[in-house]
Structure formats: structure tokens, C-alpha cells
């Protein structure tokens, strides 16, 4: 053997040991540090909760939505699809309170992740007037009636609609943020930050509403009944026509004859609808009145506008009937 071939065996035997170090070393480093460039993978269950964890985790967070644009979340059930998307995550966001049934399904197939309850901190409320009301509907109808074993399943539920006040959501996003930060905890002061600045705008938005609603009337008829939450927050008077924690009930003849004498008395002439519901039904009621339809939205599906925006709609629209 050559002297040349002898010095390249020798740097070989050199270099192998120096290119194994480096190896193990970057394998070591490079787990932090993509955990650090990564993004949290969350997914929200419905639309208020997909812009709060937006705008706390904002470009260290990727966000999904479950229930689809357009879709309204209540009795909705996740795909195998969406299960499957999921276990991918690291995180989903739930309201709680009974909002997203499914959850328990998702416990039970071992969900990975964490399962973020943003109602923890918040008293709950429960509809006894539901309770009561919808037993004496339930008389006039035969027992039998799907739609009849679907209101007596309801019965002894939670309100969950605590997304509609605002002081209530300051928790939920405190709550978002503290997941975050636990999850992330290298960008936990970006998290927290985020979202004291959103609480601000919240403060500002409850301010907004105390202030241009406290000389007004008290009482209002509502769709159906999401407006608990936010009628004792602001001291106001809340009546349905759907006397149900979910909008999918079709009102009796009788309801329709009571609710129209309610706001007789009242002297209400503006009747309230929402987005996913049939106006005519407030239309009824308001031609009997000679009053008229506008919309107060439980906010429970997404459009263009954010949060804070259709909430101050809704403000508008409570002006009109109340001020």
C-alpha cells in the first residue's frame, strides 16, 4: 500500500467518528427546536371558540373549524372524517356544558390530546321555565310525536349559550389561552398578551352594551331561548317564542296565541328571528302586532363579520326594539 492511500485510510478512520458525533448531535438538537417552529394543531367545535383561539394563538397556533361554516352546531355529529382529523390534533376546543355530546365518544376512543372545556370557572345556569313550559305544549301533542321525545330528552339540560355575554367569554378565553400557554409553553407571554388584549376589547364591548341599553325597556321576545346568559348580565327581560335550548322546536298554534298576548301586554312590536330559522314564524307574530321582524343572533354559525361586530349588530337591533 502507498504512502497517498495510507493518509486517506487515516483520514477517513479520522472523519468517521467526527461525522457520528455531529449525527447524534443534531438529533438531539433539532427535537426543541422543531418543537418550537411547529404549530399547535387545535381544532375549535364551533364558530365563536374558532375566533377566540385565532385570536390568542394567532400565527404560533393552527386553527380548524369542526362544524362547518354555515352549519348549525347543535345535534351536529363529527364524520369519520373529522374524528379522524382529531386525533391529529394537539388540542380541541369545546364550549361544554353539554354543547358537543360527542365528546364523551371521543374519551372513550382514546383521544391523545387535550380536551379543552372553556366553560371551567363559569356558574351555569339552568332553565326551569323550559322545564315547566314545554311540559304543558307537550299535553296537546301525541305522545308518540319524534319531535315530542326529542323536548322531553331536553328537559333537565344546562344552558350552554355562554358565548352570547360577553364578561362570560373573557373566561373562555382565559381558559383558551391557558391551554395554549401549558401546550406551548416557550410562547406562553405571546398567548397571554394575545388574549388581554382581546379581554380588553370584550370590557370595552360590555361597556358598549350596559351603557346603551340601561335607559331602555327591559323586555324582548327572542327566537328561541340563547339569550339567558346575556339578559342577567344586562338586566333585560328575555321571552321566546321557541321555549327550548335549541331552535329546531316548530311552535304550537297555542305558543303562537301566547306569545302574541305576552307581547300585547308588553306593548313588544318587534319580534326577533335568527339566522338558521324560518321568519315566518316571527312574521306571524309581528303582522298580529303590527310590528316587524329583526334578527338577534345566537352567533352560533360563522359569516364575514367577527364576533365582536355581529354582537354589536345584535346591540343595534335591541336598541330598536327597546330604546
Known amino acids: 500500500m502507498n504512502q497517498q492511500s495510507r493518509l486517506a ?13 455531529y449525527v447524534l448531535n443534531q438529533e438531539s438538537k433539532p427535537f426543541s427546536s422543531n418543537l418550537q417552529d411547529s404549530k399547535l394543531q387545535v381544532i375549535s367545535s364551533f364558530y365563536p371558540l374558532y375566533e377566540f383561539s385565532k385570536n390568542i394563538g394567532q400565527d404560533k397556533v393552527e386553527v ?16 369519520i372524517q373529522d374524528v379522524q382529523k382529531i386525533q391529529k390534533s394537539d388540542l380541541i376546543i ?5 354543547f358537543e355530546e360527542w365528546v364523551h365518544d371521543l374519551e372513550e376512543m382514546g383521544y391523545a390530546g387535550t380536551i379543552v372545556d372553556t366553560s371551567n370557572g363559569i356558574q351555569i345556569m339552568h332553565n326551569e321555565k323550559f322545564e315547566t313550559d314545554e311540559r304543558d305544549e307537550h299535553d296537546e301533542r301525541d305522545e308518540h310525536d319524534e319531535n315530542d321525545k326529542h323536548d322531553k330528552h331536553n328537559h333537565d339540560e344546562n344552558d350552554p349559550h355562554i358565548w352570547l355575554d360577553p364578561t362570560l367569554v373573557k373566561i373562555q378565553v382565559k381558559n383558551i389561552a ?22 380588553q376589547e370584550l370590557d370595552e364591548l360590555d361597556s358598549k352594551i350596559k351603557n346603551e341599553l340601561q335607559y331602555c325597556k327591559k323586555d324582548f321576545i327572542a327566537f328561541h331561548n340563547a339569550f339567558s346568559y346575556f339578559s342577567e348580565q344586562y338586566g333585560l327581560n328575555q321571552y321566546t317564542i321557541i321555549n327550548s335550548l335549541q331552535p329546531h322546536s316548530e311552535p304550537t298554534a297555542k ?25 315566518r314564524t316571527s312574521k306571524v307574530i309581528a303582522d298580529e302586532l303590527g310590528g316587524k321582524v329583526l334578527t338577534l343572533s345566537p352567533i352560533e354559525i360563522g359569516n364575514d363579520l367577527s364576533y365582536i361586530e355581529r354582537m354589536t349588530q345584535n346591540l343595534n337591533n335591541l336598541k330598536e326594539a327597546l330604546c
Open 9 to 21: 485510510i487515516i483520514s477517513i478512520i479520522a472523519i468517521i467518528p467526527l461525522a457520528a458525533f
Open 64 to 79: 380548524s373549524l369542526l362544524v362547518p361554516m354555515g352549519i348549525e352546531p347543535h345535534d351536529w355529529e363529527p364524520t
Open 94 to 98: 369545546i364550549n361544554g356544558i353539554g
Open 178 to 199: 391557558d391551554s395554549f400557554s401549558k401546550k406551548d409553553p416557550v410562547n406562553e407571554n405571546f398567548y397571554q398578551k394575545n388574549a388581554e388584549n382581546y379581554i
Open 255 to 279: 305558543t303562537l296565541e301566547s306569545v302574541i298576548k305576552t307581547a300585547q301586554n308588553l306593548n313588544i312590536q318587534i319580534i326577533f328571528s335568527e339566522e338558521t330559522a324560518d321568519p
